[in-house]
């Protein structure tokens, strides 16, 4: 594609960058048969090859409005489209480089700056999302109902968590929200990483991708820099690994090299935080030998396996949770269309309500489809979207891992 960058983004870092993606397109639209906006509204500006030429114009000073911004906004960035892309176009990184310039010249309304400034705000500190979460479950019937039906029905109990007592050890990242609505993920993945020879460390902090996809894109490398500071000791001290249980976590942080290539202060530290990163699947997947002999014997149930966008389009990671499960006696059913996004999409399912509801349908039919007993899947966010309309369970991989376990 050939560009002709305006004056105001032509020899920055961001325009080096947005230049050389756009160069890469060649307008072949496959993007378009993946991208779950364009198969619900049909329009081209509603996919990834329309979007691409809107941020093209943006780069070359056109005119920027509401209409831009509303397209920009209805892309889910679940990167369907980079895994089918025969070009290998990042649009991930494109995208939000077009947002942070949206963000600059159009103006949002005041209940949607309002609705972002409380969700970045309040949603990155997990005391005060649980403290919200509980307001918000004990008066379900005065909160605005399409609030209220995103509300869990009730918060599981974590359990014990081991204490440290291997050579090997890695650290999790405790994340914003998980604590609050699914404090059971990393607690179960403590007792089954212990079982397998590894201690788990858990550190607090926000991965930093809630403010950054929510127009605080400074703010939201900020927060990546003070992971990076809270990790960078374990680091010194030889830790195995970060190890993410949550998909969307491991998604951002795996890109932490990428967002700090710029910091002279913190690029060397980030690339090599992102290369210590590892999906909870990938450690546990390298110990399924050990794993099979400790099930052995167990009945193993019937689910369907949702694989999280930022698991199979962002890592990149496709079917290495179903080979896991399957490894160790799970029984999966198929799963239509599994590549395409649930709706949930970090905060995408409260700032765009009626595509996200409308994707969580589509995907629940999928997922159902073939009578499996639970859904199981890897992402806090997807689990908890999933389960508010779901006919049956909707659970962590790995907290029913640690149930069959224990049994």
Same mark, same amino acid.
């Given at each position: 594609?050939?560009?002709?960058?305006?004056?105001?983004?032509?020899?920055?870092?961001?325009?080096?960058?947005?230049?050389?993606?756009?160069?890469?397109?060649?307008?072949?639209?496959?993007?378009?048969?993946? #991208?779950?906006?364009?198969?619900?509204?049909?329009? !081209?500006?509603?996919?990834?090859?329309?979007?691409?030429?809107?941020?093209?114009?943006?780069?070359?000073?056109?005119?920027?409005?509401?209409?831009?911004?509303?397209?920009?906004?209805?892309?889910?960035?679940?990167?369907?489209?980079? +895994?089918?892309?025969?070009?290998?176009?990042?649009?991930?990184?494109?995208?939000?480089?077009?947002?942070?310039?949206?963000?600059?010249?159009?103006?949002?309304?005041?209940? !949607?700056?309002?609705?972002?400034?409380?969700?970045?705000?309040?949603?990155?500190?997990?005391?005060?999302?649980?403290?919200?979460?509980?307001?918000?479950?004990?008066?379900?019937?005065?909160?605005?109902?399409?609030?209220?039906?995103?509300?869990?029905?009730?918060?599981?109990?974590?359990?014990?968590?081991?204490?440290?007592?291997?050579?090997?050890?890695?650290?999790?990242?405790?994340?914003?929200?998980?604590?609050?609505?699914?404090?059971? +993920?990393?607690?179960?993945?403590?007792?089954?990483?212990?079982?397998?020879?590894?201690?788990?460390?858990?550190?607090?902090?926000?991965?930093?991708?809630?403010?950054?996809?929510?127009?605080?894109?400074?703010?939201?490398?900020?927060?990546?820099?003070?992971?990076?500071?809270?990790?960078?000791?374990?680091?010194?001290?030889?830790?195995?690994?970060?190890?993410?249980?949550?998909?969307?976590?491991?998604?951002?942080?795996?890109?932490?090299?990428?967002?700090?290539?710029?910091?002279?202060?913190?690029?060397?530290?980030?690339?090599?935080?992102?290369?210590?990163?590892?999906?909870?699947?990938?450690?546990?997947?390298?110990?399924?030998?050990?794993?099979?002999?400790?099930?052995?014997?167990?009945?193993?149930?019937?689910?369907?396996?949702?694989?999280?966008?930022?698991?199979?389009?962002?890592?990149?990671?496709?079917?290495?949770?179903?080979?896991?499960?399957?490894?160790?006696?799970?029984?999966?059913?198929?799963?239509?269309?599994?590549?395409?996004? #649930?709706?949930?999409?970090?905060?995408?399912?409260? +700032?765009?309500?009626?595509?996200?509801?409308?994707?969580?349908?589509?995907?629940?039919?999928?997922?159902?489809?073939?009578?499996?007993?639970?859904?199981? +899947?890897?992402?806090?966010? #997807?689990?908890?979207?999933?389960?508010?309309?779901?006919?049956?369970?909707?659970?962590?991989?790995?907290?029913?891992?640690?149930?069959?376990?224990?049994?």
């Amino acid at each position: 594609m050939q560009t002709k960058l305006a004056d105001f983004i032509r020899d920055t870092p961001d325009g080096r960058e947005a230049e050389s993606i756009l160069r890469a397109c060649v307008h072949c639209g496959f993007c378009t048969a993946t #991208c779950p906006t364009y198969q619900i509204l049909g329009d !081209e500006l509603d996919g990834p090859r329309g979007r691409i030429y809107l941020m093209k114009g943006l780069l070359e000073g056109e005119p920027v409005t509401e209409k831009t911004q509303l397209h920009l906004d209805r892309c889910l960035t679940c990167h369907a489209c980079e +895994t089918t892309c025969p070009s290998g176009v990042r649009y991930g990184h494109l995208i939000d480089i077009g947002r942070k310039l949206v963000a600059q010249r159009v103006e949002r309304p005041a209940s !949607e700056k309002l609705m972002r400034w409380s969700m970045a705000t309040f949603f990155r500190h997990a005391g005060s999302f649980r403290r919200a979460l509980g307001v918000g479950m004990a008066l379900r019937s005065l909160v605005p109902a399409r609030i209220a039906k995103k509300l869990p029905a009730s918060i599981p109990v974590a359990g014990s968590w081991p204490p440290p007592r291997h050579n090997r050890r890695m650290v999790a990242l405790a994340g914003c929200v998980q604590p609050a609505l699914t404090p059971d +993920t990393t607690a179960a993945a403590a007792r089954v990483l212990d079982r397998l020879g590894i201690s788990l460390i858990e550190t607090p902090g926000c991965c930093g991708a809630l403010r950054f996809h929510l127009d605080y894109q400074a703010k939201g490398v900020a927060d990546m820099r003070r992971m990076i500071d809270t990790w960078w000791p374990y680091v010194e001290q030889r830790v195995e690994g970060f190890v993410m249980t949550a998909t969307g976590c491991g998604s951002t942080v795996r890109e932490y090299g990428h967002h700090l290539k710029h910091d002279p202060a913190y690029a060397a530290k980030a690339t090599r935080i992102s290369e210590l990163t590892r999906d909870l699947t990938e450690v546990v997947s390298a110990e399924r030998e050990r794993l099979t002999v400790l099930l052995a014997g167990k009945k193993m149930p019937r689910i369907a396996f949702h694989a999280p966008c930022t698991l199979q389009h962002w890592q990149r990671l496709r079917t290495l949770s179903e080979d896991l499960l399957r490894g160790v006696g799970y029984q999966l059913t198929p799963v239509p269309d599994a590549h395409l996004c #649930c709706g949930s999409s970090g905060t995408y399912a409260i +700032t765009q309500p009626a595509l996200s509801d409308q994707l969580k349908r589509s995907k629940l039919d999928a997922l159902e489809s073939g009578t499996p007993e639970a859904i199981l +899947t890897a992402n806090v966010g #997807c689990q908890t979207h999933l389960a508010t309309a779901a006919r049956i369970p909707v659970t962590h991989w790995i907290v029913d891992l640690d149930r069959r376990l224990a049994s």
